[in-house]
Nanobody, 126 residues
């Protein structure tokens, strides 16, 4: 079992930045691919970014490419999402997710991940 706790959300003006953190506990963190998803009111959960277990591979959703950066520190059991040039449409609850490495499936889908955090709210004002 892996427990995930997100932090770092809040209210920011358009054009600003935030860094989200997701602290993991319960299992060896470096055995897990990690992802970030978000869900805005009335919309489906959307893939934001993913990073492989060793940190060598990163992937981004089209809407955040060039503005967001995912990273991880396996020594601290933490994955980060640096969000720059934020837009009002980035407003959502952001979720951290974990998947055992070498898993089958598409890392961009919710089904790939077996563990989820409770989410942290990000609100971007115009």
């Amino acid at each position: 079992q892996v427990q995930l706790v997100e932090s770092g959300g809040g209210l920011v003006q358009a054009g600003g930045s935030l860094r989200l953190s997701c602290a993991a506990s319960g299992r060896t963190f470096s055995n897990y691919d990690m992802g970030w998803f978000r869900q805005a009111p009335g919309k489906d959960r959307e893939f934001v970014a993913a990073i492989s277990w060793g940190g060598s591979n990163t992937y981004y959703g089209d809407s955040v490419k060039g503005r967001f950066t995912i990273s991880r520190d396996n020594a601290k059991n933490t994955v980060y999402l640096q969000m720059n040039s934020l837009k009002p449409e980035d407003t959502a609850v952001y979720y951290c997710a974990a998947a055992r490495r070498y898993g089958a499936g598409d890392y961009r889908t919710e089904a790939y991940y077996g563990y989820w955090g409770q989410g942290t709210q990000v609100t971007v004002s115009a």
